[in-house]
């Protein structure tokens, strides 16, 4: 069974093989890793772009740089989304930047981190977690 994901470099789509584990996965558009799962800047395409084609749960971080709890938490997403490589995808929204997108998602309070699966949110939370509490919440849905 394949799998499609969004090459975190190229931010084209490539078709995988689906595994428990990866040793080595090369996007089929431009051959970069897809196990380099570091957190992406995003905006309002290339949020859509996740959320349309991948097939994996995308966990998106709306922060602000002068938001205390979201400073705090950065360092705990990425290890979190450095931990599960081709398990779910993750992207952090500047939500100053993005204020429309901030609004169509209805986030009130930040850090909120959402989680998309089959095109539509299924769940969030709001506040700072660490990463270990961040990987649990991101596996119920994998």
């Known amino acids: 069974m394949n799998v499609n994901v969004v090459c975190p470099h190229c931010l084209e789509v490539s078709s995988i093989e689906k595994k428990e584990s990866y040793a080595e996965e090369n996007c089929t558009q431009c051959g970069e890793s897809l196990l380099d799962s570091r957190p992406i800047d995003g905006n309002a395409n290339i949020l859509e772009n996740f959320i349309t084609n991948s097939d994996l749960p995308v966990i998106v971080d709306f922060w602000a740089p002068w938001c205390g709890p979201c400073i705090a938490m ?3 997403f990425e290890l979190a989304a450095m931990a599960m490589p081709l398990q779910a995808q993750f992207l952090k929204i500047n939500n100053d930047d993005e204020q429309t997108l901030g ?9 909120a ?6 095109g539509k949110e299924i769940d969030r939370f709001v506040g700072a977690r660490s990463s270990s509490q961040i990987k649990e919440w991101v596996r119920q849905y994998l």
Do not use: D, G
Not at 103 to 111: D, G, Q, R, V
Not at 113 to 118: D, Q, R
């Open 74 to 76: 950065a360092p705990h």
């Open 103 to 111: 609004s169509k998602n209805l986030i009130a309070t930040i850090p």
């Open 113 to 118: 981190v959402l989680v998309f699966k089959e």
